[in-house]
């Protein structure tokens, strides 16, 4: 992904993230990674997103749209399994969120909670194909499913989910349900808080670290 911005008064282009990716969706991917990282905060900052190389994305914000890269302190290699391993600590992560998480809404029948896997599992295509790919899901509070997004990384996923509804100018997502393929992650409940999901709700379990993030911030 390479980002062109201004930082500290300069307009300058750079590199900001390389990930090991399932190809397609990828403005997506690239939108989604710089909102629930903290460098974009809204839609409007951005002014283009191009995908003319097939692996190279690169954003472009608009001019006055100042970025704080620091934000984005990691080392040059993003693993697709898990992010938030190429940090230099936690704290770097620990982003402000923009979307407040209201208390006790939206409430859910314990059916929809159950039901939301195989729902899901119906939809990944991708994973039909390879068998080892994940999915993540966007639902409403009946249980229907509004939007899949698949990527061989957990954390790239998300972000593709996300990136699509922000690029559609959707967020915050208070009223949606995310769901996960793979094991709650402390990255995850990260990005799902950045977006204002209020239900995060995963196939495998989660560490004790997104539990402790979760409560924090208020979330299911």
Known sequence: IRLTADTAGRRSSRVVAVTMRTPGDDCDLAAGFLFTEGIVTDANEIEDVCNENRNVVEVTLRRGVEVDLALLERHSFVASS??????????????RRKFPIAADEPRLALDVVHALPSTLRM???????????????LFDCAGRLLLVREDVGRHNAVDKLIGAELLAGILPLSQRILLVSGRASFELVQKAAQAGVPILAAVGAPSSLAVQLAQECGMT
């Open 123 to 137: 939809s990944q295509s991708s994973f039909d194909r390879t068998g080892g790919i994940h999915a993540a899901g």
């Open 82 to 95: 898990c992010g938030i391993c190429g940090k230099k600590s936690i704290a770097a992560v620990w982003v």
